[in-house]
């Protein structure tokens, strides 16, 4: 049963990209309002920290953990498919919210960037992410074929783009490429899976300060200029609260897409 504090109760998130940044405090939202959770990412280490500050936290009433890790590559077959086994930690079918989130940016254009980083992006951010569209898309697909929808409850899948996803970046548009891809394909499965009543719902932040921009490579001159013109940036718990706004809402409801800006960005 849920209760007005914990709209969640009852609800298994799985996030992968969970170890920092908009995944750590998605983990940490979610966990707050009352769902367990199924955290991935490379850093164990980093995740096995954060399931235990979310279960000291937020205590589950029979003492059983309130996350579990599944660490390890998302991209990785094997690793998706313990992703999406792991909620039989909570006596569940499947995870019933899905954070599509694991993903790195890339400084420069096609003629610019460091052509040596391609795959490892490309494989995160468009294979990883379509594998687990389709897995966890088919598993919520089931989900919701096998209970009464709406009374049975909402499922969710939720796909991190980004505002150069949308709009072509000066900075970084060979990583655009990657969002703008995953644009289309969040769009494709909320055609294919919302009639039967799983939400897809593309978030595509603006400038988000995180771990992002130091693994992407920015340059700290030129990114530093446009971070303090823009300023203040978004905060990764911007994004966590945005997202728990969409999966709260009753499942007949659906915000299928959110762009979410610092105020003063005007582009991309
Ligand atoms: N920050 C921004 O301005 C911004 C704007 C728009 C969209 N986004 C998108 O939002 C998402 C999260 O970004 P963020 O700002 O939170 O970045 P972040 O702080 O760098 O966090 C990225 C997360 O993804 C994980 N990750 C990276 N590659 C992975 C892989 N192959 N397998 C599993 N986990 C992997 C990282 O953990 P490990 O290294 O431990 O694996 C980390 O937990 C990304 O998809 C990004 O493209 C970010």
């Known amino acids: 049963m849920t209760t007005i504090n914990q709209p969640l109760q009852g609800r298994t998130a799985l996030i992968t990209g969970a170890s920092a940044g908009i995944g750590y405090d998605t983990a940490l939202h ?3 309002l009352g ?66 989130n694991a993903g790195r940016g890339l400084a420069g254009s096609v003629l610019t960037s460091d052509e040596s980083q391609w795959e490892e992006m490309i494989r995160t951010n468009l294979l990883g992410a379509s594998k687990l569209i389709r897995r966890a898309g088919n598993a919520l697909a089931d989900l919701q074929s096998s209970r009464d929808w709406p009374q049975g409850g909402a499922a ?8 150069v996803g949308r709009h072509i ?40 300060e995180s771990e992002f921009q130091g693994v992407a490579g920015y340059d700290e001159k030129s990114f530093g200029d446009l971070m303090s013109r823009v300023s203040p940036v978004l905060t990764p718990m911007d994004i966590a609260r945005s997202i728990g706004f969409i999966c709260t809402q009753p499942p007949g409801v659906h915000c299928s897409d959110i762009v979410i800006r610092p105020t003063r960005q005007d582009y991309p």
């Open 30 to 32: 979610l966990g707050s």
């Open 35 to 100: 769902a367990t959770l199924i955290l991935n990412a490379r850093r164990e280490s980093r995740l096995i920290e954060l399931a235990q500050r979310l279960s000291d936290q937020y205590p589950t009433s029979d003492s059983t953990p309130r996350a579990v890790v599944v660490a390890g590559d998302a991209s990785d077959d094997q690793i998706i498919d313990q992703m999406l086994s792991a909620s039989e930690h909570f006596n569940q079918q499947t995870p019933d919210l899905v954070v599509v």
């Open 156 to 163: 969710d899948l939720l796909v991190l783009g980004s505002t």
């Open 169 to 208: 970046s000066p900075f970084s548009s060979m990583y655009g490429a990657t969002k703008f891809a995953v644009n289309s394909l969040a769009e494709a499965a909320r055609r294919e899976l919302g009639p039967k009543g799983v939400r897809v719902t593309l978030i595509e932040p603006g400038i988000v």
